[in-house]
């Protein structure tokens, strides 16, 4: 017999007492993420019909303005928080500065939420999954005030909450609240998120390594060494583009994901709130682990600035360990 559908609505409201906090703000806060997940859904299964449907330059036959898809993205996100009113603020990708709500929507909004809101978007003119990633932190300004920087420029080890939206053959939502990892598929025929994969653990191995080669020379040595080796040991080597997408294959597959500091990038080009952190909570609370390339775990690290770059090196336990011990070997012979 066939088990009986959970909603993504139904899964968040029955383990909303796994949670310290007022166990309401947090439910709905996520609800709304998942709605903003649907909208920016329909949008980008559209994505190529856009040019038929009567588009003129950059505005759409009703006259209104066409928006590229990450700030369409972006602006939709804001919208479904902002009127969620369990929210003080938001940081975004798409944003210079961090946006704090209006009093009047954020009473009682004791989150903020830090966003990716379109990662990968280089690929959705070609029909390549992209995805959304989301943080959320317990704001720890006076809740009768406004939201201030420090709110945003929090470890990740404080998250709450974080997930992401792959936009993909499916349209899957993934998310931890730090009691383990949980995914829902997106039923178009119902418009619900319904549970698909429960308890996402990561192999300790993978088949696969994911760093975008083409700059192999300009990484650092021991970063060379590294992929040398993956190359020795016969593992595939698969890289989309779309951090979200390859780091979904790991969750299931097993392998690592790479985005080392390189010439251009010496920081990395991954961004520590809105990427590195979130992904990196998830993946731990699925038994994997994600560190900088040198070597400092990824939800420790100090952040300075909304828009503060990492290295990351993020996957299955075994694979991580291994790239750590191979830099510290590297690292120590060349002194
Ligand atoms: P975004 O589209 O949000 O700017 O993120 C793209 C990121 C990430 O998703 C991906 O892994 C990486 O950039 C790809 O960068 P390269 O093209 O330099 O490999
Ligand atoms: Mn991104
Ligand atoms: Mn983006």
Redesign the pocket.
Known sequence: MNEKITTLDEFIFKRQNDFEYAAGELTALLRDIGVAAKIINREVNRAGLVNILGVQGDTNFTGDTVQKL?IYANDKIIECLKNSGMCCGVAS?ENDDYIPFPALFSKFGNYVVLM????????IDVNVS??T?FAIYRRTSPSDGPATLEDFLQKGIKQVAAGYVLYGTSTILVYTTGKGVNGFTLDPSIGEFCLSHRDIMIPARGNYYSV?Q??YLKFDLEMRRYIDYCSDENLGLR????????VHRIMFQGGI?L?PS?RR?PQG???LL??CNPMSFIVEQAGGKAISCDLNRIMEMEANALHQKSSIAIGSPDMVDEMQAFIEKYSAQRG
């Open positions: 990450d990708e990716d809101p379109l990662d990968g978007s280089s690929n992209v995805g990633i975008n083409g700059y890289y989309i583009g779309s951090m979200v997408a390859d994901f985005y390189t990038h080009k991954l961004r809105y990427e």
